[in-house]
């Protein structure tokens, strides 16, 4: 089959960036509501419970990621996706018209439920249609617009508050806008005879993976430890810069810009990667996230907080999109929807597990140090093991 025949099936930019769209829903499903949180949750009757407005969606996510694994590896991919983002536009907007814990607890954990969905759907879609080096680099792509997602919907999300206090919500209505962009612009997967299997111009199909003989274990658990690390510092830093006399608003920047730098390293992750490995690339993401923790706990200088964030933001940039990407790697077609879904699990899971920090009766510096401790201890751990090797 030649590549003119094959002209119309393939992956457009607009389907790229439909993707990419998508992906920043991902971390929006806080980020929407976060900055108005206090006045929404008192409108919602639920202020006793705040904060499980934003860590409910995390258990969902972690309930009910291996569902929407089974329906990847059952239906498809784009199938998921699509499904996944009408989830998520559906239950993340009725949640400004529902009033007591159990109503929007129920509706949190079913949004963070689909997140999971569109999140594990939106790489599987990603590995279908790109291979090698390209893959690698739409997986950073991925993560930068994770991130960015958060830079972008914390600030609308501020401002949409002080219009009312359920204009937060319309933002979830983005979720409608991709679903009516992968329908347009991502192309249905098609099955092709062996003989034409091999033509170039043609996407990562099923036949054509070459998973390596590598656990997917050690990647999850990875994973895990890396989103704890990153989220840890969001939920510890406010209250512990406020201890050192710092604002909200300058509390704001520096987290912002700890998100922005996360976009820039994913970008230069593939570069970093093909110089030095997966495994040296990962080490590295976790000294960096040793380095920020470490920092954080033992300066209240301004310039060495923003060195601790830039290190932060090099530990995610340089690590949770090169884990997404090595699930697909080590990942048979048929496996593959399961392992993203645990992949998925794994992220929320570590957003998670960082919501009892603030109820621990430690002293913030202290458990920045432990939690530097724990990435200097990953990053031997990751440079003793076989990662990426194989």
């Given at each position: 089959?030649?590549?003119?025949?094959?002209k119309?099936?393939?992956?457009?930019?607009?389907?790229?960036?439909?993707?990419?769209?998508?992906?920043?829903?991902?971390?929006?499903?806080?980020?929407?509501?976060?900055?108005g949180?206090t006045?929404?949750s008192?409108?919602?009757?639920?202020?006793?419970?705040?904060?499980?407005?934003?860590?409910?969606?995390?258990?969902g996510?972690?309930?009910?990621?291996?569902?929407?694994?089974?329906?990847?590896?059952?239906?498809?991919?784009?199938?998921?996706?699509?499904?996944?983002?009408?989830?998520y536009?559906?239950?993340?907007?009725?949640?400004?018209?529902?009033?007591?814990?159990?109503?929007?607890?129920?509706?949190?954990i079913?949004?963070?439920?689909?997140?999971?969905?569109?999140?594990?759907?939106?790489?599987?879609?990603?590995?279908?249609?790109?291979?090698?080096?390209?893959?690698?680099?739409?997986?950073?792509?991925?993560?930068?617009?994770i991130?960015?997602?958060?830079?972008?919907?914390?600030?609308?999300?501020?401002?949409?508050?002080?219009?009312?206090?359920?204009?937060?919500?319309?933002?979830?209505?983005?979720?409608?806008?991709?679903?009516?962009?992968?329908?347009?612009?991502?192309?249905?997967?098609?099955?092709?005879?062996?003989?034409?299997?091999?033509?170039?111009?043609?996407?990562?199909?099923?036949?054509?993976?070459?998973?390596?003989?590598?656990?997917?274990?050690?990647?999850?658990?990875?994973?895990?430890?890396?989103?704890?690390?990153?989220?840890?510092?969001?939920?510890?830093?406010p209250?512990?810069?406020?201890?050192?006399?710092?604002?909200?608003?300058?509390?704001?920047?520096?987290?912002?810009?700890?998100?922005?730098?996360?976009?820039l390293?994913?970008?230069?992750?593939?570069?970093?990667?093909?110089?030095?490995g997966?495994?040296?690339?990962?080490?590295?993401?976790?000294?960096?996230?040793?380095?920020?923790?470490?920092?954080?706990?033992?300066?209240s200088?301004?310039?060495?907080?923003?060195?601790?964030?830039?290190?932060?933001?090099?530990?995610?940039?340089?690590?949770?999109?090169?884990?997404?990407?090595?699930?697909?790697?080590?990942?048979?077609?048929?496996?593959r929807?399961?392992?993203?879904?645990?992949?998925?699990m794994?992220?929320?899971?570590g957003q998670?597990?960082?919501?009892?920090?603030?109820?621990?009766?430690?002293?913030?510096?202290?458990?920045?140090?432990?939690?530097?401790?724990?990435?200097?201890?990953?990053?031997?751990?990751?440079?003793?093991?076989?990662?990426?090797?194989?």
């Amino acid at each position: 089959m030649t590549a003119t025949n094959n002209k119309s099936f393939t992956l457009t930019r607009y389907g790229e960036y439909s993707l990419l769209i998508s992906a920043m829903l991902t971390i929006m499903v806080g980020a929407a509501i976060a900055p108005g949180l206090t006045t929404i949750s008192q409108q919602l009757g639920v202020q006793e419970y705040a904060p499980l407005l934003i860590t409910l969606p995390a258990l969902g996510a972690i309930l009910f990621a291996p569902v929407f694994g089974t329906l990847i590896d059952k239906i498809g991919a784009r199938k998921t996706l699509l499904i996944s983002l009408w989830g998520y536009f559906i239950f993340g907007c009725a949640g400004a018209f529902l009033e007591g814990p159990s109503p929007l607890a129920i509706d949190r954990i079913l949004l963070g439920a689909f997140t999971a969905g569109q999140m594990a759907a939106g790489t599987a879609v990603i590995s279908y249609w790109f291979q090698g080096e390209k893959r690698l680099s739409m997986m950073a792509k991925q993560g930068m617009a994770i991130e960015l997602g958060g830079v972008i919907f914390l600030f609308f999300g501020g401002l949409l508050t002080e219009l009312h206090w359920q204009a937060p919500f319309i933002i979830y209505a983005l979720a409608l806008v991709c679903a009516l962009l992968v329908s347009a612009f991502v192309p249905k997967p098609r099955t092709l005879p062996q003989a034409e299997a091999k033509d170039e111009t043609l996407p990562n199909l099923a036949w054509q993976a070459t998973p390596q003989d590598e656990s997917v274990k050690p990647i999850i658990l990875l994973a895990v430890m890396a989103m704890s690390l990153f989220f840890s510092m969001f939920i510890m830093l406010p209250t512990h810069l406020a201890g050192l006399g710092f604002g909200e608003a300058e509390t704001g920047y520096l987290l912002s810009f700890t998100s922005f730098v996360a976009v820039l390293s994913a970008m230069l992750m593939p570069k970093i990667v093909k110089q030095v490995g997966n495994k040296m690339t990962l080490v590295i993401a976790f000294v960096t996230y040793g380095l920020a923790h470490s920092l954080f706990a033992t300066t209240s200088t301004l310039a060495w907080l923003i060195g601790a964030a830039v290190a932060a933001g090099v530990g995610f940039g340089f690590s949770i999109p090169l884990l997404n990407h090595r699930t697909v790697e080590v990942s048979s077609e048929e496996k593959r929807g399961k392992h993203l879904s645990y992949f998925a699990m794994a992220v929320f899971l570590g957003q998670f597990l960082t919501s009892a920090l603030e109820f621990i009766p430690v002293a913030h510096w202290q458990l920045f140090l432990v939690c530097g401790v724990l990435a200097f201890t990953c990053a031997i751990a990751t440079k003793l093991s076989s990662f990426g090797t194989n």
